[in-house]
């Protein structure tokens, strides 16, 4: 039997871990810390843009109730594609630079357990998460040398010496 | 009554309800008596007793002290007392009315986080589906990299970054 005191040591020595982390497919286990392929990463980026496409798209009618709500007479002027492109695109890019650059994972990198590291395996810097979003959303193809490339690289992970690993906790590196 | 005697005869007179003044000297003779042996004796008893006390109080103290001092308590009653018997003999309801259940069940919750446990449980089926599209994907990964990896004929991949996560391999996974 373990008594209270000896439980927190235990956890602080990190010779147990809380019961509250969520578990991890034994054969998945040594996935951790690996760079994904590019179906994983491919799926996350989709999921980011879906996100942002909803995103864009709840705000939008959001903002029309709210200004039928105000002036029922009024008239709403929706959007043209080319507005909600580049919204979305500002969007995408605020989305994709906060999220590496704080927790190394987006909604997408989340949900596919991946996280984006820089090359000493930590968090990478704001100026390097924008870059590398504005190289993302604007050459997605740089994704596919991930396939082929021996390492799992994509074009963007060669040029800023990032990598995208598996990662299924959600603790950081 | 003759008068070549000296014996004095007392007799009551006929008919007389007086006692016999000779049983009633004898009885307050015997009666003074008594209370002087009770007070004497209570007069003595008390300062006998008050000298056994005190001889009781300097001697007894420190006699048990170095008996105890001399002897593990703590195993004579292990080895002597059967306390399983002893526990199932005692009524526990007192014993429990008397603890604070609450705050101790408090205090078991905060310490092992049980709210934590709870939303983590209640995510269960949405970390599986989570869990297995994950899966899924990077089967068809691995799949895809074999087939390029053969097209270009080459070795496995080294895809290593990190060290895989301690808590990776800690945590009892499906």
């Known amino acids: ?26 054969r998945m286990r040594g ?10 990463r491919g799926i996350a980026f989709f999921i980011d843009v879906a996100a942002v496409v ?42 994709l630079t906060a ?6 994972k987006t909604l997408g990198n989340h949900l596919m357990g991946l996280r984006v590291v820089n090359s000493r395996g930590q968090r990478v810097s704001w100026p390097i998460a924008a870059a590398r979003a504005i190289t993302c959303m604007a050459f997605p193809i740089g994704l596919g040398w991930a396939l082929v490339a021996r390492s799992n690289r994509s074009v963007q992970d060669v040029v800023f010496r990032t990598s995208a690993v598996f990662d299924w906790t959600t603790q950081e590196p | 009554m003759s008068s070549s005697d000296d014996l004095v005869v007392l007799e009551p007179r006929p008919g007389s309800t007086a ?45 048990v002290d170095a008996i105890i001092s001399r002897i593990n308590l703590t195993e004579v009653v292990l080895d002597n007392v059967d306390i399983d018997h002893l526990l199932a003999a005692a ?15 408090n205090y078991i919750i905060d310490e092992i986080d049980l709210s934590k446990i709870i939303r983590q449980s209640s995510g269960g089926i949405a970390t599986d589906a989570v869990s297995s599209a994950r899966v899924q994907a990077v089967e068809v990964d691995t799949m895809l990299t074999s087939i390029v990896d053969k097209l270009l004929r080459r070795g496995q991949r080294d895809g290593q970054v990190l060290a895989p996560p301690a808590d990776s391999q800690r945590i009892s996974g499906a």
């Open chain 1, 1 to 26: 039997m373990t008594s209270f005191s000896e439980y927190r040591r235990q956890l602080a020595d990190g010779l147990i871990t809380a019961n509250t982390a969520a578990p991890i497919p034994t």
């Open chain 1, 31 to 40: 996935l951790q810390g690996v760079r994904a392929g590019v179906v994983t």
């Open chain 1, 54 to 95: 909803v995103f864009i798209v709840a705000v939008t009618i959001g903002i029309g109730v709210f200004i039928w709500l105000l002036n029922p007479m009024g008239s709403f002027r929706v959007p043209s594609p080319a507005d909600f492109f580049i919204l979305g695109v500002f969007v995408l890019w605020l989305m």
């Open chain 1, 99 to 104: 999220a590496w650059a704080t927790t190394g």
């Open chain 2, 19 to 63: 006692p016999n003044a000779i049983v009633g000297l004898s009885q307050i003779a015997a009666s003074t008596a008594f209370a002087v042996s009770g007070l004497l004796q209570s007069t003595l008893g008390a300062a006998a007793e008050r000298v056994v006390n005190a001889a009781l109080d300097a001697v007894v103290p420190p006699v």
């Open chain 2, 91 to 105: 009524s526990m309801e007192p014993i429990i009315d008397r603890l604070p259940l609450v705050d101790l069940a």
